[in-house]
Every structure is written in C-alpha cells, then in structure tokens.
C-alpha cells in the first residue's frame, strides 16, 4: 500500500494520522465495513484517484468492525457504508456515502478541498 493510503487504528491512531495531516493535506477518510459490497466496490476507487494526485491527498481507511473505529463511526454521525469524509484543518469539509465513481471522486475532491485549491500546483498530473 502506497503510502498516502493507510488502515486507522483507534482514536489515537486517527488523531495524529488524520487530524494532526489534515493541517497540510486534504485526508479522505473512508468508513468502511468487509461485509459491505459497495465499500469493496468504492476501495479500488478510492485508491486509484487518491493516487492520481501524487501524495497531495491522504487516504484513511477505518474498518469499522474495529471497536474504537466503530466509535469514530458515530463521532462523524456515519449513518451508512461506505461514507468518505473529507477533512481539512482538523474539520469535515464534506462527504458522500455509496459507491461512485473514479470522475465522482475526482470532482468531489476538486470543488470540495480548500487545500488543493490553494496549493501551488492543483492539477493531477
């Protein structure tokens, strides 16, 4: 696993890899279950796009079958799988449940991320 994309163990876990990052990249967070066919659906998704942007975007992985992760869960009012939340700056920015697709992804983090907007050179490359 490339290393912008990595599991979250735990409040703590979450705080330093998410939160305390998020302050200088844009961290989608993806609440997701191995019982759920959407959230294996959106994974590879969620994995090629993040990769498009060259380490510009982090990507979360909380397995919320986990029991702190499941408790993150319901700090972000996750209603359903998969949800990917967008934080920024220590803040949820935005989010989106269900699978979508790698064109979905891409123009969710460009009209949604202050970060990318503002970083020198937003484009993929």
């Known amino acids: 696993m490339p290393k912008f994309v990595?599991?979250?163990n735990g409040f703590?876990?979450?705080d330093e890899r998410v939160l305390q990052a998020s302050?200088?990249?844009?961290?989608?967070?993806?609440?997701w279950a191995d019982w759920c066919s959407p959230c294996?659906?959106?994974d590879p998704v969620l994995k090629a796009v993040v990769a498009e942007y060259h380490g510009?975007?982090?990507l979360a992985k909380v397995d919320t079958e986990e029991d702190e992760n499941l408790k993150l869960a319901?700090?972000?009012k996750v209603r359903g799988f998969p949800t990917v939340v967008l934080i920024e700056k220590g803040e949820e920015v935005a989010r989106f449940s269900s699978a979508r697709t790698k064109?979905?992804?891409?123009?969710?983090?460009?009209?949604?991320s202050q970060l990318l907007a503002t970083s020198t050179n937003s484009t993929r490359l």
């Open 56 to 58: 510009k975007v982090l």
């Open 103 to 112: 064109p979905f992804v891409r123009e969710f983090l460009d009209d949604n």
């Open 12 to 14: 703590s876990d979450f």
């Open 23 to 31: 302050a200088q990249h844009p961290v989608l967070v993806d609440f």
């Open 6 to 8: 990595f599991d979250i």
């Open 74 to 76: 319901g700090r972000y």
């Open 40 to 42: 294996l659906f959106l």
